[in-house]
């Protein structure tokens, strides 16, 4: 099938992204923060600017960013509440609202700080103004911290809303690991219906918590090898879309490292930068860049380094988005000059 018969024949960007091969390495966010709180759907277009918990928790986010440069990712995930088929007490409690808060620990690390609260609606505003204005504040919200470090969280974007991509295929994958995986993991699992975090173009997205790892063109036959990590990694190389903690160049640098170290690669420190880039094309869509990214066990027994060339390899045809038709050429890159450094 080609690209323009796609065009004409779907609406969803995703199929027309994954049909025509597009690598979504290097599409994960870059965080220190992340703040995530239940907020009941729908979630449309007025929840930026009329919801009394969104709209000026969203204003203190863009606020920070601007004046601090604090890189902050808000998120909404739904309540599992009796309307879900798969309720559970334990997730969601009327008249309470869950916030779970992640923050980027240092410099090298493997992955995010942890902090859940439930606790009363009206108090969600002044929990997250302490969170990243007043940390002085924070013992007062003392007594609705939960203890959850334990629980590996996977929030599954099915915000239609935003691309109708997202709720076609995001929801299944959702009911998927809510149905089988949940009820395997004595406890230690939970999965969310979530809002918008970028890439809908390769719906079914998701983020795996707290690692801060982004997948994407989910199927539903390859969850077992993600959740349950019972086949080599590179069967899953197709579908990761990088990792939180890095930039969007030294993603591709990581995905080649963690192809060759194998499972163990995610309990690695780490940390990259970025140490030269094309000054030719926006940051975003550089033809080349040139990264290193380090490395430490948690034992420190093993550490290293490596440098690399990303460049630019082919260009495939692909739909950012699912409202917008037109067709758009998408840069695919490679890693060359690998380097092992001291």
Not at 136 to 152: S, V
Request: charged share 20%; aromatic share 12%; glycine share 6%.
């Amino acid at each position: 099938m080609t690209a323009n018969t796609l065009e004409l024949d779907c609406r969803f960007c995703s199929v027309i992204s994954k049909a025509n091969g597009q690598d979504p390495i290097g599409s994960a966010g870059t965080y220190e923060h992340w703040i995530i709180a239940e907020i009941p759907q729908p979630w449309d277009d007025t929840i930026w600017t009329d919801h009394p918990i969104v709209a000026p928790a969203s204003q203190l986010i863009e606020t920070l960013t601007e004046d601090q440069g604090m890189q902050i990712r808000p998120l909404m995930i739904a309540p599992d509440s009796g309307t879900d088929r798969f309720a559970n007490r334990e997730y969601s409690q009327p008249g309470k609202t869950r916030l779970l808060y992640y923050r980027r620990p240092a410099t090298l690390f493997a992955e995010f700080d942890k902090q859940e609260f439930l606790l009363p609606t009206s108090e969600v505003l002044p929990l997250i103004t302490a969170l990243l204005q007043q940390p002085d504040y924070l013992l007062r919200f003392d007594a609705y911290r939960q203890p959850t470090e334990h629980i590996r969280e996977l929030f599954v974007c099915v915000h239609g809303n935003v691309d109708v991509a997202c709720s076609r295929f995001g929801y299944p994958i959702y009911e998927q690991i809510r149905k089988t995986y949940v009820p395997q993991s004595n406890g230690n699992l939970r999965v969310w219906r979530c809002s918008h975090f970028g890439g809908h173009n390769f719906a079914p997205t998701l983020i795996d918590l707290p690692e801060g790892r982004y997948w994407g063109h989910l199927e539903p036959e390859i969850l077992e090898a993600l959740i349950h990590r019972n086949v080599p990694v590179a069967q899953l190389r197709p579908f990761y879309r990088g990792w939180a903690g890095l930039g969007q160049y030294e993603q591709m640098l990581e995905r080649e490292l963690w192809m060759q170290f194998g499972w163990e690669w995610i309990h690695f420190l780490k940390a990259g930068q970025t140490l030269a880039i094309d000054p030719e094309n926006e940051e975003w869509n550089a033809n080349w860049a040139e990264v290193r990214l380090e490395y430490a066990s948690p034992d420190g027994s093993v550490q290293g380094g490596y440098t690399a060339r990303i460049e630019v390899s082919s260009y495939v045809t692909t739909q950012w988005s699912s409202k917008d038709k037109e067709l758009a050429q998408a840069k695919q890159y490679r890693v060359s000059q690998l380097t092992q450094v001291a």
